[in-house]
Structures are given as C-alpha cells and as structure tokens.
C-alpha cells in the first residue's frame, strides 16, 4: 500500500486504541487488527452519505463483533458523520454517542445494536433480504433506486454461534449474492487461542451453505489483495460472499499483538505508545488524525456523497415517473399507516360468526392486513401450517422471485428473529415472525434486540399454553409470557376473541418502535360479548359487569372464556362477580390510575387466572390460578381440567377468596406508589 | 433384507403409526421412514439391557426428532422395556408413559426429554464427552467400565437449528469418536419440500466440522449399506461420524408416502390400512407383532443384556482391586455428597477478609468444592477470564487430555447448556456452565430443558445487572433474573456476599434434580455483617434488623449492600428499617409462612431495590426501584447512580413510602392465600 494509505490505515489503529485508553475499557485489539478492511471500505467501496446518515439507497454496514466499536466510531469521525473528537474522548461514557458497543438510536451511521455475538451478520442477512425485495418492489426498468450491499466485518466469536449459522445457510439458499462479509480470522478469542474450541474449516462450511468464499493471507503490508477480493465479491451476485482475511489482533502492540491481552483492556500508556511509534505517529498525541490523512478521508467521503446526489437526482426523475410508487415508498420509510386501514380489521358479531382459535383469529387479521399493507412480510420457522401464518394471496419470498413477501425461515428460530431485526433496521418494511411460544427460549436473544433497537417486529406465537394438548411439556410455555413481560419496551398480547386480536395487530402495527408478541391458541375460544376492539386496545376492561362486585377475575386469553362461565354460576351462587380480560399488562399499565381501578378496583378480592407462572400477577390479584409446574402431554381440554384450568376451580377459588377476606380485611392491591422511573432507552 | 428382517421393520412402522391412529394425534411419517434404523441399532449395534435400563455402561441412544417418538416407545415395547401394548395404547394421553415427546423422567429406556429440535443431537455430544472423561478417570488398564458409544437419529429440523452446529462443531473439535449420528434425510418439514429453505450440503458442512461422513442411499429395502456405514462410523474412533441416510416420511403409505402430510397428523385408518397391506400385516389389527418378531426382538435383547451380564462380572473384578474407585462411581452415580464437604466452602468474616466481587466469590467456591467433587466438570462459553469459572488446578479437557474437567466451550451459549444437560444426563457428573448473564437470552431454551428434565445442572452467570458498566444495555441484563424466576423447578441465586455465594453452591450441589442459575456481580460488593451460610440457605433473612421498624427494604445481590447504608440513614433519621436480604426467592417461599412473616412482615412498608425488572416484586413489595428499561453505557458506579441505585434514592423513595402510608392503611401484602396446586413436572 502507499505510504499515504498506511499512515492512514495506522491512524485509524492509534485513535481505534485510544479510545478504550481513555475510557480505561474497552476493546482495542479487534479494530487493530481490522482497520485495513474499515479503510477499503469506506475509502474505495461503500456508497454512504455522511450529510444524509439515513439515505435509503446506502450501502449497509454492520459491524457485528460490536465490541470493536472504536473502529466505527473511529471511521465515522473521519468520515464527516456527527461523530466529533469530544465524542470519541467520551466512549464508553454515560450519555456519550460513543457507547460500548453500537447503539443504532445514538449514533448516526450505525444501522443495528450489535455486541451480543452472531446478531450482526443476521441482522445483515435480513438487510440482504430487504434490499432484493425493495428492489423488485420498487425499481423499473428505467430507475435503479434500490441497489446496494451489506458489508459486515466479524469475528471469530460470530462464527461460532449458531444463531449466524442459521441465518448464513439462509442467505446462502436465498442467494444473497450482495451481501459481503470480512471476516477477521485471527486465531484469538477471550479464552485464548482459537485452537482452544475451534478448529473448524469455516470456509469449506461456509461452501457447504452455498457461499462464494476468499482468502486473504494478509491485509497489514498490501491491501491489493483485500482490494481484488471485494471486487470479486461484488461481480458474484448469485451467491453471499465471505473473506476470510488473517489478521493480528492489536496489530501495532508491542507486547500485546496476536494475543488475547489485546483483547478486552486498553493496551496501557506504554505499549499504546509503542504502537504508535511503530505506526510513525506521534506517540504522546492522543486522538491525533495528520492532515494529510484528514484530507484523505474528508476527499473519500465527497466522493461516496456524489453517489447520494446522483442518486437524489435519479429519484427525483422516479418520483416524476411513477408519483405512486414514490409516495408509497415514502410512506413506508417513515412507517405511516394508510388512512382507515385499520377500519378493515375483522370484527366480530356474536351469534353470527363462528368461535374459533385465536391462531385462526390472527390468520384473519394477517389476510385482511397484508393486501393492504405491502410493507408486511414475514414467515415463520417451518411451522407455516400450525402458526396460520400464510396469509391469502402470498407468494414465496425465494432466489427467484424476489417480489414474494412470504419467508420460509426453516427450522431456524433465533435466526429468523435476527433476520427480522436486520429487515427492519433497513427501513421501509414490518416484518412479522412465527413460531410456538415455546421457542421463544430459541430467540429471545434476538427479541430481546428487537426491544432494545427499537424494532417494530411483530412475533407471532402459537400455541400459547398447555391448552395446545398432546405435544406435551417440551412445547408448553410456563414461564414464557411473564419472561416477555418483564422485559422493556416490548408489548405481549394475549387476545381473548377475535376482537382483542384485531386490537393487538392494530396496536402492534401503530408502534413501529416497539416490537409485539402476539400469544395466540391452538383450541377454539368463546368469544366475548362485550369485546370491541377499542376497548382492547386498552389493555384491560371489564368483560362481564358485576354491580358492587364482591369478587373480580382477572384472565387473559382462552382463560377468560372460563371466567364468564364462572362467574356466572357465582353470580347465581350469590357471589356477584366481574370478569375482567387483560390482552396486554402493558397497555393497561399506560392508562390513567382512574381507568385502572375502574376495572381492577384493587380492595375487591381478586382472583387471576391464566395457564402459565404467577409470577407478575400479584401485582394485580390477591390470589392465582397458575401453573407451579411444566404441563403434561394429554389432549388439551383434559390438561386444561388437570391443572385446575375449569369453570368449577375457578367457583371453588373464587368462593374460596371470598371466604379467606370474609373479615373484611382485603388489601387494597391499588393502595400502591409507582415511583417515577430514570429514562433509559 | 431378510423376508423376517423386512417383517420386523415393517412392524416397527405399522405399531409406530398405530399409536397417532389411536390417540387421534403425533407424528406417523419420521418413525416409518427411521425404522430400519431402529431396527439395526436394536437388533445389532447397541448395547443396552431392557431390565436394568439404567446400567452405566450402556449405549446411549437419543431421539434427537422427539417427536418421532412413537419409534422409541415401539423399539422399548419389542425390547422388553416396560412399556406394555396398553401403554402404547395411551400414546399421548394424560397419565400415560408415551407422551407426546420423549420425556426421561417418565419412562425406562429414554435418556433425554426430545422435542425441542436440536437439542438432542446436543445432548448426544454431551455423553459423549461424559464417556470418554469417564473412561480416563475410571478404566484401568485391566478393566474397561466406560466403553460405549453414543446413538443419534435426528432430523433435517435439528441440523437446521444454530445450537446443533454450536454442539457438533464442538464436537469434531473435540474428536468424540463413539458418538454416530443417523440423520433421517428425507427432504421434508413441515412447510414442505426442504427446498423451501434448506439447500445447503449438510455433508460438506459436517466434513467441515471434522466428522466423518458417510452417505446411505436407500433402506428401505436393503440393509446392508446401513450396516457397513455404522460398523465404519464405530471403526473411526478419532472423529464423530454422522450417516446421511436417504429416507422417505410416511414410508407405505399409500397416500402420504414423501410428503408432509404424513408428518403431524394421524395417516387415519384407510391410509394405514392401506399402508398395512402394503407391509405384508394383516390390515384389521392394530398394535399386532407377529410372534416371530416378537421373537426375534426377544432375542435381541437377550443378546444385548449379556453383554450388561458380562460387564457386572468385570465391574466385580473391578470393584475387588480398585474398591475405592468403585465406592467412588457408585457415589458419584447416586449424586451423593461426601459428609462435611460443605464445610470446606469459603466462609466470611467481617474485619479481616477482603470484600470482593460476587464472581469472586464464585471463584473461590469453586476452588473449594472443585478439588474435593471430582464429578465437577465445566467451563465457560469463552468468557473465562470474565466469568472466573477455571479452578485451581483446572486442566482442559480436549481430545488429547480427556482426564481434564475444564471444557472450552468457546463462543456457544445454547451449545454449552444443551451439552451440560446431556453430561448430566449420562451420569457420574454435575456440570457446570458459564456466560454473562444477558446471554441467557441465548440459552434459555436448553436451560428450560434442565429444568423439565431435573438436570442439576449448574449455571453460573456473572455481570448480572446494569453495574457491569460499560459494555452497556446489549450486555446488562434486565428481565433475565424474572425471566428465570418464573421458570418451574429451577433455582435462582442472586449472593450479596460471600456466605451467600457459599450457601448457593451448597443449596446447587446438594439439589441434583433441580438446575440452578448462580448470578453474580462484576464489580466488588460490601460484605454483610449478619451473613451466614445457614441463613442464606432459606433464601431470605434479616441483614439489618430494626425494633418495630416503619419500613422494610429488600434487595438482592449488589443493591443490599445500597439498602445496609440507606437503612442506616433512614433510622438516624426516624424512621426504623430493616433490611432484609433475599438471595433466592425459590428457597424463601418453600419456608413456613411464619419463617417468611418473621423476614417480611407483610403489613410494614416495604421497598423492594433490585437493578432489574420490577416484575414478581409486587408480590412482596409495596414499592419498587428496579429498572423500567435498558440500562446505558458508562462507568458502572455511574450507570447505578443514574438509574437510581444509591443511598440517597433509597433514602428518598423510603421516605416517600411511609409518607404514602402514614393515614396507617398500608395493605398487608401477606395476607393473601396461596391455593394448593395440581402436581405437574
Ligand atoms: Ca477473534
Ligand atoms: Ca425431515
């Protein structure tokens, strides 16, 4: 390489390490070792706007070992993006743009949150997706507006999860032939060698997924090869390509290169200046970028922002041509629901339509949602069949038809979350995923992301609770609901009837920075006749009226049928008895305190009922129906009865309750603070 | 094959499709086309006794496509297992021993619960490992007790999941030579065709891996392929083999032969009549094994249980010279702790030792008990360094140092905790695991698993809340310890010292049918001055005590020690408080309800500070500082006092409580039922 482009190259090392050396945290050896692949990109590869962070049309880039975030953050700054020195000296800090691994809602130029390994290079696959589809969505014959890659780096550590696994041998069947992955194979990981645990020949398994693989020896004295790589790379667009490109981690460290050491600490005063001095840089400057190099770079990012006024430019002929599509287009990037279009959802009238499972419910909203909004695409994980996932009129999202908006996911759980989370990230589509709510234990390390990211996600899950019968304890969730519950910025629904479920696709599609859980059964549910859909949308109100209650139950999904039959018979029995349904605890929890004791008054005993743990409902009732165990494998309505999921369990605790406060004494449940809570993300 | 050969395996298929017949549910397809499998392995490759099903030294064999189950429970029945023609009967049925998938607990003869897809395959891996530490640790030159190999038949749906390849790339690191895998390829899943979204070459992929891989092109009408490609698999001893076996679903049905509709759903009885015919049986009878079959399977098993006979004998002569060793196995066998081990756990005394880190603490336990259990094997999913899991006098265990206990699981979360689950599962071990805590998300479905299954798997999980500072939100955890809470028979430990980290591992060790999940801090916590092991082992105690107190705190882990100094200002300022520290809410409410009523009133004011969701404290709390959403980059003091998580916010919120309550109608969050409930698993 020139001496020009090294000093350039090594200038990203030294402030890459600085960072962490200032922070007294951080991980410099990865951005080191990396910093040639993040020079050939940004200087010769990627079209980016660093004026317009946000540009549609843009290359992607995903860094998905996020641990080497200096790097980005280091390139960023060069690039002109809203990345000042200050920032930099502040990584790592609280209220910084610079935090310790990419947050995509505080910096701008980072697309996906990444840190969690594997994530990145899926979210990447799902941004492959995205880009294809939009393309044959949206381009003409005369107007190219969507074409553009997905470049990752990785690691090691990405390699080894499974979840890129599942997303990889996808990419591959798809033929994502614009997606590029550099991937940094340099022997280390924290525990030490590689050799430790992972010898695989990832390039042959890599083949085996139908990938176009490189090599590259070395990347620290001659980027011609690198360079020639990524240019084969780009001309093969039948297949994802991945360079495996050997490197050292803290290249430039004195005592720490090749070494673990490098990894995950700062090198230290001594060793950083050592590097520094064997970079020919300053070695008692910090953050110091040679004017030549600045120039450089400031130069390269012109030149990538011509693309983005070319591209602007070519729009604008588009938007004349085809007004249409352009304002479609527009409407979609920002995530704008069409006038009225939830004025379609089904609703239901009680003793004309037929009770059905709420999978079938959910199967409704997707037909009458999907032909409206073309922005919906998704799948599920070859559960296509029991998740009712496969709306009317869908075609196949496939190599060959890039216009289809339906996802085979295959037996692929995590994959397919992370895979959405990249399709939303990349902007102008919902994405919706299916699988049982069982396996959310497969993906919650991808759904947990889709909440922090703010990524309007839509799970479907079936086969909600041991209420799904013979497949017994290995497919029943317990534990399930309340672990979605418990997380932030993340909406679980578990509709009753038809219109509670036309009331969480309508919630969930209106908030596209938070994803939604829709929990749906396998079993036929009586439908309510108090349901509307905006009532639902609530999150709690009363579906069966009581006057001066002496009892209140309180139950989501295909238990709240069960309460109306109870509360019936106590009613007669001299218990009056209100029937509350709650579809989403989240919702219910944003109404007003007043809204809230209207339905859950609090200091009338309350008794909750639903098919999974107790846990999170003393919140809301003095005792519960629950589950305190796995289920059991039986047909369903028998489960059900085992574990005391019938009308006369819930009479007998409810008369039960009753009883235990007959002195009077009930705790007010609603005699409660909530204290104000610290505004995190 | 042999005319009676063809005839066994066409009963195997016919019996497999009569239980979905009968119980009008569960899956025919997989079983008809894995007979012949099933058939070999039985007949001529394992060693196995259908009277001491759980002799040590037997093959291990794992339905990794549970649902395919019917095949187990024929090939049990025909063995002389005890399942009865009745209990196949009962297939799927409440009460019965032939769920719906496989579960260990409920039935002789199966070694793990399947269903899950990828699990088993992993779980395999895991026994694997198990035999070949064994092996180095017990055999001796004269006396062979660990020798046996390892059975897979999995599906395309397990090798589609991410946690297979974390296992099996595991795997062929390692070299577990006995472990063979039979893989069902039968170019079906649910969706349909595996071209839907599987196309990758499965074989190259495990090549890749470091497995020996072999191809069978058909079985259906000639077994001898199989049989050669098995006794191969068995004669490479230095790498994993997998066998790619060409199958069709639904073998014989005359309709659904080769499609997924022979998958999920009973043939119903003109199909299976029809497939009967086809195999030669007579088409009006179900659950029928001809007496030849029948004896020929007789036979089988007879054959196989002489090998069980033979291994006594030797494991006599064994247990005569090496009386020690044997008194060991069969201790270690049994999950028997030696008497007074736990008095060797670190305990604390205030003055004089240091305060450290929880995983520190940890640490230190595992020093302790590590040399004195040696069936303690673990490791940590590269994070070792961070997680402080590699004991004194650790050595890894790899292919050539198999005596070692310290696995190098490397970046694979759900990997490692499938394969701990499969360790357990083999016998003689008490694994144990290690990653952040966040990274359960990654896990969860394979530590669900130890849970359902009583593996006492050990899980110790360290940077457990937003303290650990910088590495930000993707890394803190905020809904993962509720997440586990509300999880059936699993324990989760949260130690706010030493002697309640000393008191979690003896309260895990001594449970080995209940998993346990240890939490620990990054940064360094305050000591308590009433700590004791004993205490701590009922889950919650006084850590400060107060006469009649207006106000009750409690916190768990890191925030006691924030609750110690905020009580103290609180009753300098008037208003008394007890601080009652709670390391493990399971063991608390196993307590009597005056143990509990003696820690927390109920009736007094109560705060609970825990740096993590506040859902599940509402049951013992009135008021709650937890966390409402991601946490934040930063330096962790920083990012504690920022979310809340000081004295003086303790102070505060305490004060505001009283205030709250001081009209006296503080409801009594004890006097509450908790209804009896229904025993599940
Ligand atoms: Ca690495
Ligand atoms: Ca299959």
Redesign the interface.
Known sequence: MSDLELKCVNTIRAVSADQPQA?N??HPGAPMGCAPMAFLLWTEFMNYSSKDAKWIARDRFVLSN?HACALQYTMLHLTGYKIGVEDLKKF?????IT???P?SFLTDGVEV??????QGICNAVGMAIAERHLAATFNTDDHKIFDNFTYVICG???L???????AC??A??LGLGKMIVLYDDNDI???GPTS??????????Y????WHVQTVDDVSKDLGDLRAAIKAAQAETNKPSIIKIKTAIGYGSPSKQGSEKAH?APLGAEDLAGAKKFFGLPEDKSFFVPEDVQKFFTKAAEKADKKRVEWDANFAKYTAANPEKAAELSRRIAHKMPDGVFDKLPSFTIGKDKDLASRKHSENCLNAMCPLLPEMVGG?A?????NNTRFKGAS?FQKATPEGRYL????????MAAVCNGIFAYGALRPFCATFL??V??C??A???S??SKSGVIYIMTHDSIGL???????QP??TM????????IMVFRPADSNEMAAAYKVALSKSTTPSVICASRQTLKSLKLSTIEKASTGAYVAVEAKDPKLVLVATGSEVGICVEAAAKLTADGVPTQVVTMPCQELFLEQTQEYQKSVLPGNVPTLSVEAA?P??W??FS??????????????GG??MA???FTTDNVVE?GK??TD?YKDG?????S?????E?????
Chains 1, 2 share one sequence.
């Open positions: 922070a945290s951080g996020g790592r800090q609280l209220g910084s935090p310790g691994h947050e949150c990444t840190g969690p390994l594997g090691d550590g990405c080894q999860e499974g979840v890129s696994g599942e041998s996808l591959g069947h990981t924290i525990d430790h645990s992972f010898s695989e020949d990832v390039n042959k398994r083949e085996a997924y139908g995950g599920s070859d559960l296509t069949p029991s196949d085979r996911f295959g037996v692929r759980e995590h994959g069982t396996f234990g497969y919650v390390g759904i947990r992301l909440a922090l019968g013979e497949d017994g304890p290995t497919h317990i534990e309340e672990s979605l519950r418990c997380m932030p910025n743990s846990s999170g003393h919140r003095h005792a519960q129906i629950a589950m305190n165990s796995f289920g059991a494998s039986g047909p028998e489960v085992h574990f005391g605790k039960a309750l235990f004494t009930v705790p007010d449940l005699n409660r603070p909530v204290f809570t610290v505004g995190g993300h």
